[in-house]
């Protein structure tokens, strides 16, 4: 993978509500798409430091939508990240699955008429999930990371990382933020998408 693809840019501090995090600006230079990695504490190259690899969601991450399980994850992750006192958070800005935001709002337009989340991106001519992930190990090179403990539901994100040369240790299941508007849409991601949350969540 050449180097020249992904750049870093810069880094700052980030407080926030959670703790102080330093933020980590990186850019896709193939698309000029802009990508950040917020990190807590300190590790060495061969420890094992806890990550969540986040695909951005406007409605959920910072409109509070009740529709999915996104804005309530990046919580999660954060707060779980501080309490184990160092860990990061890649947010990839690829909104909807990789369909975009206003893709994503004619999806949820097909999904009010009965659509589950899947049907409604292939009705709109789309696979059901076009998320990558390579600049994923550009990231954590630079931030000095080899092997991860990572926050996901989702096994593909697992395989996708192992392709890349990154070393999972372990999967950490973030089963949180079930409501009553989106309980079908995590049925439809379990069933669909191979996501693995508890099955007790849907009886």
Aim: glycine residues 8%.
């Amino acid at each position: 993978m050449p180097v020249s693809m992904f750049e870093f840019v810069s880094q700052a501090k980030l407080p926030t509500r959670f703790g102080d995090f330093t933020i980590h600006g990186f850019v896709d230079t193939r698309n000029q798409q802009e990508h950040v990695a917020l990190s807590y504490g300190e590790w060495s190259i061969d420890d094992t430091v806890d990550i969540r690899v986040h695909s951005e969601c406007l409605t959920g991450d910072a409109l509070f939508s009740t529709r999915c399980d996104c804005g309530f994850q990046l919580e999660k992750a954060l707060a779980n990240i501080v309490e184990q006192g160092a860990g990061v958070l890649l947010y990839l800005r690829q909104e909807g699955r990789g369909i975009g935001l206003l893709n994503k709002i004619k999806a949820y337009a097909l999904q009010d008429t009965g659509l589950d989340t899947v049907e409604a991106n292939e009705h709109l001519g789309f696979d059901a999930d076009l998320r990558e992930y390579d600049i994923c190990k550009f990231m954590l090179a630079h931030l000095g990371i080899k092997k991860v403990s990572l926050m996901t539901n989702n096994p593909k994100k697992v395989n996708a990382l192992t392709n890349l040369g990154i070393e999972v240790v372990r999967r950490q299941p973030i089963d949180h933020g079930m409501t009553k508007d989106n309980k079908k849409y995590l049925q439809t991601k379990t069933e669909k998408l191979g996501h693995e949350f508890d099955p007790h969540l849907f009886k």
